[in-house]
């Protein structure tokens, strides 16, 4: 783990920069589709198969978590057939994104980088950019 200062103007620029944002994109995809099927089940992701939960999922109960994945599926698996597919988790993925960017604002703030997350992407992109 590793710190930086980021804010949320530079969140949304790596956002907004749709290349490289879906490239880290699917490539999570990828990671997280262990059967290769093109789709994510909620049971895999609920049971935490191919780590798409972050350490604060390590805090929430069982109860939590599932009411999480509730609300997930509800939003983005757009044709209901119970499973989130590339592009569904392109939404997903950029929603989250723009919130964090939202809740950081523009003062930039320390944070605690882990390896493959969401916040080392944009600190990467950043660096990359200049």
């Known amino acids: 783990m590793s710190v930086a200062f980021v804010d949320g103007l530079a969140v949304e620029a790596f956002v907004n920069d749709t290349k490289p944002f879906n490239h880290w994109v699917d490539k999570k995809f990828e990671s997280l589709d262990l059967d290769n099927t093109g789709e994510l089940s909620r049971e895999a992701l609920e049971n935490r198969q191919g780590k798409f939960g972050s350490q604060e999922f390590e805090l929430q109960s069982r109860n939590e978590i599932h009411n999480l994945y509730n609300a997930i599926f509800e939003r983005f698996d757009v044709d209901k057939n119970g499973t989130i ?26 944070v605690i980088l882990q390896r493959d997350s969401l916040l080392m992407r944009v600190v990467q992109h950043l660096s990359e950019s200049r």
């Open 85 to 110: 597919d590339r592009e569904e988790f392109r939404e997903l993925m950029k929603e989250i994104m723009l919130a964090k960017a939202r809740c950081i604002g523009k003062s930039p703030v320390l």
